[in-house]
């Protein structure tokens, strides 16, 4: 029986998403915007994502599965915060639905899906670091056919496509075959 799977990169203005399904190789993903807290309250963005959870990625799509990037520690604490919330909210609505909710390492997915799950030693600062590690996500989802726009679809993909790894022999070892051509490619 096929499993819808949702992968989610919360951040503290927007998720980025992606939905596929087992013994699919297509992906559907995007960016979801979390409400103004300035103009619609404090706590506006937490019943907004509880409301889309719910009506959309489970009532319309039958999500089973949410697999969901860990909170970066080194944030500011007001970030790690509003995330933590966001994420807390994740958790209730699949626990109230019976959905699995996998909280991952974002070293994880990125080993999966292009090989390694940090950037260089040689990238000395935070910030080359980072943007190497999320356009290495862009790239490797691009060369699987999806056309991502931005990193935050790029990571929503890697979260999905661990997930669905996991759950679907087929997917694995087509995974696997993309890894290995990936990693050929890369300079």
């Known amino acids: 029986m096929s499993e819808v799977v949702l992968g989610l990169d919360v951040a503290h203005t927007k998720i980025g998403w992606a939905r596929g399904q087992s013994q699919s190789p297509k992906l559907k ?49 007001s970030v790690l915060a509003k995330i933590s919330e966001v994420v807390g ?34 990238l000395k600062k935070a910030a080359e670091r980072r943007k190497w590690l999320k356009q290495q996500a862009i790239d490797a989802c691009r060369a699987r056919g999806w056309d991502v726009e931005n990193d935050d679809e790029a990571d929503a993909c890697g979260l999905a496509n661990l997930a669905l790894s996991k759950l679907d022999a087929h997917w694995n070892s087509q995974n696997a075959a993309n890894l290995e051509l990936w990693k050929a490619s890369a300079p």
């Open 89 to 122: 909210v994740v958790r209730c609505v699949c626990a109230q639905r019976g959905a699995l909710c996998d909280l991952v390492t974002s070293g994880a997915w990125r080993k999966m899906l292009f090989g390694v799950g940090q950037a260089p030693k040689e």
């Open 29 to 77: 993903f995007g960016v979801f915007l979390l409400a103004d807290e300035s103009v619609r309250g404090p706590a506006a963005h937490l019943a907004q994502v509880d409301r889309w959870l719910r009506e959309v990625m489970f009532d319309q799509y039958g999500v089973a599965h949410v697999v969901v990037e860990k909170p970066y520690l080194g944030h500011d604490a």
